[in-house]
């Protein structure tokens, strides 16, 4: 009896393998393929009707099945090349800057807990083949977030080692509650077993030990969000440089331009103000620099000068040109006729 319910427990998934692999199958055909009578094929498909995936049967003598999209999504079958391109490409998806990241990581965590040991080696082997172009940020490696992402999910209490900033390595023991992306690092907020207190991690620093296997129960995150939390503990706590910018645009599109979360207040309808920060006022101001709208600085003697600075570098790398636009501009002023100064009403020395 038991011989039997496994015969047709791996016909069923083969079944289910067809089904998946073609859109329309007749009755022959499958009974064919697997072996069975087209009486056998009637009830194995109402079989996986019970399980929840939605097959479509279409009447006549040439009479068929199709898996169609169902309002539920039932268990999906994978075989070993697609679980492996799946696998790697949620975890490339998980590092960019889509939307989906979040979404990604969670899916991975659910991927990777049931991959057997031979198709995680093969993953492991992807991604150590891969080579990505650098960007601005530091290399962040999928599978960490998926340690990461898999204990948050499972309420799992988590050992890891952390280097800090200045380079000092220690071990740590959390109980990660939230991941946030903000602009190309990826940040853990949790709850330090060690400092009982509040923690934000890089998770580009952090390196998981082996599963724990202690559970906890979630906390109340502080703030209204996680979001907000981290950004208020990481950046205007870790700024060394900080600023107050008029923005010379409305606040929805600086909002569009700008893709970490900072704070944008609106004066009107095309000017906004901006707070800034940064450990190096000089790329703080080439980053302002490429918003390309006009900027006053408030508030932010460093920035002010930075951008004195960059004003120099980009004169001296025009070179002629620069000399040339300036003297064309001259000749210009001096070929028109010369009136009488007009004050503007809006003009702050006009009152």
Not at 267 to 286: F, K, N, Y
Request: charged share 30%; hydrophobic share 45%.
């Amino acid at each position: 009896m038991i011989e039997n319910m496994l015969e047709t427990s791996a016909r069923l998934l083969e079944l289910l393998s067809l089904l998946q692999l073609k859109r329309d199958w007749t009755s022959t055909e499958l009974a064919d393929r697997l072996d069975v009578s087209t009486r056998t094929v009637r009830a194995d498909v109402g079989k996986l009707r019970s399980l929840g995936y939605p097959v479509d049967a279409r009447p006549g003598v040439a009479g068929g099945y199709r898996l169609a999209a169902g309002t539920a999504m039932p268990p999906l079958l994978l075989d070993d090349d697609e679980a492996v391109a799946v696998a790697v490409g949620l975890g490339a998806v998980a590092t960019q800057r889509l939307g989906v990241e979040e979404t990604s990581l969670t899916a991975l965590a659910k991927l990777e807990q049931v991959l057997p040991s031979r198709l995680r080696r093969r993953v492991e082997a992807v991604r150590e083949a891969m080579s990505v172009v650098p960007g601005a940020g530091p290399t962040l490696d999928p599978s960490v977030l998926g340690a990461v992402a898999a204990a948050i999910r499972s309420h799992e209490r988590l050992r890891f080692g952390y280097t800090k900033p200045r380079g000092d390595e220690e071990a740590r023991h959390a109980e990660p509650q939230r991941l946030v992306s903000w602009g190309t690092l990826w940040y853990l907020l949790a709850w330090d077993l060690d400092r009982d207190d509040w923690r934000v991690f890089r998770v580009d620093r952090m390196v998981p030990h082996a599963p724990t296997g202690a559970r906890f129960r979630p906390r109340v995150i502080p703030g209204a969000s996680a979001v907000e939390y981290v950004v208020a503990r990481v950046s205007k706590g870790a700024w060394k440089y900080r600023a107050q910018v008029l923005v010379h645009a409305p606040a929805a599109e600086v909002a569009a331009k700008i893709h970490i979360p900072v704070d944008i207040e609106e004066v009107d309808e095309s000017t906004c103000r901006v707070a800034v920060g940064s450990d190096d006022p000089d790329r703080l101001a080439l980053w302002m620099a490429q918003l390309d709208v006009d900027i006053e600085v408030i508030d932010g003697d460093e920035l002010a000068v930075a951008f004195d600075r960059l004003a120099t570098r980009f004169r001296r790398a025009a070179g002629d040109a620069s000399t040339a636009s300036a003297s064309h501009f001259d000749r210009a002023v001096d070929s028109q006729p010369h009136r009488a100064p007009h004050h503007d009403a809006h003009d702050p020395h006009d009152r």
